[in-house]
């Protein structure tokens, strides 16, 4: 059965994943020739051999390989060359593989969103021009609609992240999760005229995980494709408008996610009740203890050094226990990588009629006998 591959995208991708011919075709185990003979377009992996390649070896969604030219994308070091040297260096290969992932979701947004047209696009529809962090913050707020009443209805900081990735997705910003072996990047966010995304460490505690989110909302509304970095010290290599940039980021994540008028509130209680408050300060609005912390230290009612050492002793906190999701439900952890909001408009094109069934099960990345499975997870 001819699966009707591009063979040009083949060896794109292969170059793309820093292998040889022959790395390829020994984890492959098939011969050095036959790889040849696909990239030439002489001869043609099976499905079952495409699937190996996209899902195993070259980390794309299969629905690359059937693209009519090799996508047009930067790599990760000319994409983030605002980024100092000494923070580049510290990303192992997983993390380049996540950002290729993310640039290959990003591809599969532009063809399924081909026809579509939202209603409001948070990125074009707010412009930050001379609006301070905090004014950028609260617009940012309102425009999506979430009330303080709202966020302090929540249960757990994994409740908040659902809200707030539902909420950025209704207006046009993608949101997809990975576990990365470097745990000390929470995540980044790459830009696009029509599809923004971001991508988010799984790796983290849900309380970063909302911190990253809206910081790389931050950097989209500022329109930088950015990082977000558990250790911020990267910040003194770079240049110093680069570095205000990151610091406003902070700050449009800490007004946004706590705004002024509410925590203000919150001092008294704090200065009456101490550091034993902070935990519950943060439960209030669902976010982390240091994102409290930071706000204690704006509003003067920490020392610098205090904010500084227990910052420092609350970072290894973001991290999950590693291994926690091994045994956890499988089509759950992928709809969480996925997001409902991608998943929801992979299916609704094959429910139209645009794309096959196998299309689907490319642009979701998985084997399309687990489609039907994945499906019943779905909040329709």
Request: charged letters at 30%; hydrophobic letters at 35%; one cysteine or more.
């Amino acid at each position: 059965m001819k699966t009707y591959s591009n063979p040009e995208i083949i060896t794109w991708a292969r170059e793309r994943a820093g292998m040889t011919v022959e790395v390829l075709a020994i984890k492959m185990k098939r011969a050095p020739e036959e790889i040849e003979q696909w990239e030439r377009g002489e001869g043609e992996p099976s499905y079952a051999q495409l699937e190996k390649l996209a899902y195993k070896y070259l980390h794309i969604p299969l629905a690359v390989f059937f693209f009519p030219e090799p996508p047009k994308v930067e790599g990760l070091d000319t994409k983030f060359r605002r980024l100092p040297d000494c923070e580049l260096r510290r990303f192992s290969p997983d993390t380049y593989e996540k950002f290729r992932l993310a640039q290959a979701y990003q591809l599969s947004l532009s063809e399924l969103l081909h026809d579509f047209r939202f209603d409001r696009l948070i990125f074009r529809d707010i412009v930050p021009g001379r609006l301070s962090p905090k004014a950028l913050a609260m617009k940012s707020r309102e425009y999506l609609g979430i009330s303080i009443k709202q966020q302090s209805r929540l249960r757990s900081c994994d409740e908040a992240l659902k809200m707030w990735r539902h909420a950025v997705e209704e207006v046009g910003v993608f949101t997809f999760k990975d576990s990365f072996d470097d745990r000390f990047l929470s995540g980044f966010c790459i830009l696009g005229e029509d599809h923004p995304i971001i991508f988010i460490n799984n790796s983290n505690s849900f309380s970063r995980q909302v911190f990253t989110l809206i910081h790389e909302l931050g950097h989209i509304l500022y329109g930088i494709d950015g990082v977000t970095d558990v250790n911020e010290s990267y910040l003194d290599e770079m240049a110093a408008d680069q570095r205000g940039l990151e610091i406003s980021c902070n700050s449009f994540a800490g007004h946004f996610l706590v705004p002024d008028d509410s925590f203000e509130d919150d001092l008294p209680y704090f200065r009456s009740h101490g550091h034993d408050s902070i935990s519950e300060i943060a439960d209030r609005y669902s976010v982390s203890r240091e994102v409290i912390l930071r706000k204690l230290l704006i509003h003067g009612a920490i020392a610098e050094g205090e904010y500084e050492e227990m910052a420092a002793q609350w970072n290894q906190d973001y991290f999950r226990l590693k291994g926690g999701g091994k045994h956890g439900n499988f089509y759950r952890t992928r709809l969480a990588y996925l997001g409902e909001g991608f998943t929801r408009v992979a299916f609704d094109n094959y429910y139209s009629g645009r794309i096959s069934r196998t299309e689907l099960a490319k642009h979701l990345n998985m084997n399309s006998r687990n489609l039907g499975k994945l499906e019943s997870y779905m909040r329709w």
